[in-house]
């Protein structure tokens, strides 16, 4: 069963990119648009992270029905806080299993 990504959403990646492995756990952190375009900024368990369309999203993600509380009220402001909250353990609860 496919489920509506949001922010907060855990997923999983189904296939190899350049910021995740196959099966790697990450976190829907913003939802953005740019140029009209809706995309969605995930954050893996290794600290990368990088946007998605949302066909991006259906084809190498699989969207759980887990959702994390202390990401849907985060508020991105750069990528370089993002990496210091990621460092300081903000995120650590959405890795776990």
Known sequence: MAFEIMKG???????HTGVCDVGMSG??????ELSGRFGYGI???DGRADGFSPDEVRRMLEVTE?????VRDYIFTNVCQLDVDYRQGRFRECFEK
């Not at 959403?9 to 296939?15: K, Y």
């Open 9 to 15: 959403s855990i997923v999983r990646a189904r296939v």
């Open 27 to 32: 976190v829907c952190y913003e939802i953005y």
């Open 43 to 45: 954050l893996f368990a």
């Open 66 to 70: 887990r959702i994390s509380p202390v």
